[in-house]
């Protein structure tokens, strides 16, 4: 039953994307963040996301993140073919919605294994981090029901993942996340101002469980890859047409035209 399960996910996820429509998620009844894993995984498989990474690697892009630290926190690869530079026009991409999450990516700067991942404290972590850059996650989804699905099926579904925008990259230096400013512009609105508003309060606290969760059955973390960590500023939405910029001060900015 639990397979049965997992693979209509899988299917009525697949489907989705390929014809750019939702599904409903009403009679898909995932169990526990296992079984939404293995949607992620066999969506992956399906649409050949990671065929041409070297055997036994690791996907190359991550999202991770959570409410708290106190909350489990959940963490999806992300297709390559979504993964921008800032400035692209993606004004022929179809979304769904177009959630805006402002965040800052983090790049890891050598092999990850299990054995080294199963170690890692946040300090541990955070030593491993050689760079980091603004970024952009546009949030989408397959769902009829939108932000409104089960959180099951949203993790399933790449964690409602659209796109991720990337800044440039800068070298990392630990600081003071409780002052840092984050702007964000959408469209002609009013440019949005946070500050220390991470909801772990350090970007780099996701990274040892993310580090875990793609190094499980043996895969390998290859230096180089990113992971993004989680909004600044909650879930603005924006429309078609918006430019969006995301800037943090001391660290750089991303745009991208929607």
């Known amino acids: 039953m639990r397979m049965t399960v997992i693979d209509d996910t899988v299917n009525a996820l697949v489907q989705a994307r390929r014809v750019n429509q939702t599904a409903s998620s009403v009679s898909l009844d995932l169990q526990d ?51 921008w530079p800032s400035g692209t026009d993606a004004r022929q991409w179809h979304f769904h919605l177009r959630g805006i999450e402002a965040e800052l990516a983090l790049r890891i700067s050598q092999d990850v294994d299990a054995t080294l991942a199963a170690s ?7 030593r491993l981090v050689d760079a980091m850059c603004v970024s952009i996650e546009l949030v989408d989804t397959r769902w009829a029901e939108a932000l409104e699905a089960p959180a099951l099926a949203k993790l399933a579904d790449q964690q409602s993942h659209g796109a991720l925008v990337l800044g440039d990259w800068q070298p990392f230096e630990a600081r003071d996340w409780t002052q840092q400013r984050c702007l964000v512009t959408i469209g ?23 580090l875990r969760h793609a190094t499980q059955g043996g895969a390998v973390v290859r230096a180089g890859t990113v992971v993004t960590t989680g909004t600044w500023c909650g879930l603005p939405m924006a429309a078609a047409g918006d430019k969006v910029v995301a800037a943090f001060p001391g660290i750089g900015r991303a745009e991208v035209q929607l």
Do not use: E
């Not at 949607?39 to 993140?65: C, E, I, M, N, T």
């Not at 890692?120 to 955070?126: R, S, V």
């Not at 009013?190 to 993310?210: E, I, Q, S, Y």
């Open 33 to 83: 963040a296992d079984a939404a894993y293995a949607v992620q995984a066999g969506v992956a498989r399906a649409l050949g996301w990671f065929d041409d990474l070297p055997a036994g690697s690791a996907a190359g892009h991550w999202k991770s993140g959570g409410p708290s630290r106190q909350a489990a926190l959940t963490h999806a690869p992300l297709p390559p073919n979504g993964i």
């Open 120 to 126: 890692l404290d946040l300090g541990a972590a955070t």
């Open 188 to 210: 002609p609105r009013p440019a949005l101002a946070f500050r220390g508003t991470h909801p772990l309060g350090d970007p780099a606290f996701v990274l040892p469980a993310c």
